[in-house]
């Protein structure tokens, strides 16, 4: 529930200050239009801890130092907005081209992949579908990591529990498949659900970030639109250095990273464009014959 922070007797409002201090921790940008925003989702922390004012809150946040607090800012900004097969091609894409020479590549070896942010874990599982229905998980280890900044986003992944708004896109069979559902709420198969293993990491710690970017394969979708350039930078900055070479890192459709990044080459593969960690020219000619790179 949501609350007007009018409402509840605060003094002051947001600050810059306050603002900044949140983009520094946790990559998230608010514009000064925004600060109404911020401010109805903060309040009820504020409330909470039994402060009076927004600057009383920014400077609990900035010197006591209170990790669970920090953890409940991210689970009041977080943006839970998704749903099982999105943007469906690409990842289709992953499975059909990128695994099957990575698999061989690694002779043996496990595959690690990661799905940041993950939400309430309908990416992941996506994934998960694809990877079963194509007979991997009896062929390959497969290592299957959703994340998330939100501690209540990953804890709904983990319950895999979903309501219809969660499959506006899969297909009706898929679901009687992977789903059983009771009083209007569908509960992914156990089967399935253990395959993908959950996380809390924020991209802006790398501490966090190091447990899974040694991952030859990230899809990070739909997360840049709400971070500045700078976050931004910070982000892929880690992608580039602890990732391996060659690897694949998937964006949303309306995300760029040209002209951010010197590492990652845009490619069209198996019909859709996935940036590519750049290689020895012949060892990418290796890993993915025939693939085209975007102009």
């Keep these: 529930m949501r609350y007007r ?13 306050l603002r900044d201090l949140i983009h520094e921790q946790l990559g998230l940008m608010y ?54 097969w999105r943007e469906i091609d690409q990842l289709r894409a992953v499975v059909s081209w990128v695994v099957p020479q990575l698999v061989t590549a690694l002779k043996g070896r496990p595959l690690r992949m990661w799905s940041v942010p993950c939400a309430t ?52 069979a898929m679901r009687e498949k992977y789903f059983a559902e009771r009083d209007g709420h569908w509960t992914v198969d156990p089967r399935l659900q253990e395959r993908v293993s959950y996380d809390v990491v924020n991209l802006m710690a790398e501490d966090q970030v190091v447990r899974h970017a040694a ?43 040209l002209r951010r990044t010197r590492v990652f080459e845009l490619q069209d593969i198996g019909g859709a464009f996935i940036y590519v960690k750049r290689g020895p020219t012949e060892q990418l000619a290796t890993v993915l014959p025939g693939v085209e790179r975007a102009s």
């Excluded at 925003?37 to 801890?49: G, K, N, S, T």
């Design 5 to 17: 922070a009018d409402s509840l007797g605060l003094s002051g409002s947001v600050t810059t200050i």
């Design 31 to 84: 514009e000064p239009h925004q600060f109404d925003q911020l401010a109805d989702r903060l309040a009820p922390l504020v409330v909470a801890r039994g402060l009076n004012s927004f600057m009383d809150y920014y400077y609990l946040l900035k010197y006591a130092g209170e990790r669970d607090e920090w953890l409940k800012v991210m689970d009041a900004l977080a943006v839970q907005e998704t749903y099982f």
């Design 121 to 172: 874990g309908e990416e992941p599982l996506t994934i998960a579908m694809l990877l079963s229905e194509a007979g991997w998980f009896e062929r390959a280890a497969i290592e299957l990591v959703g994340s998330d900044a939100s501690p209540s986003a990953i804890e709904r992944a983990r319950a895999g529990r979903y309501t219809h708004r969660s499959f506006r896109n899969l297909p009706p």
């Design 215 to 257: 991952a030859p394969v990230i899809v990070c979708r739909n997360l840049f639109i709400y971070f500045s350039e700078h976050s931004i930078r910070r982000a892929l900055g880690s992608f580039e250095r602890l990732m391996p070479s060659p690897a694949y890192l998937c964006m949303g459709a309306s995300e760029s990273l």
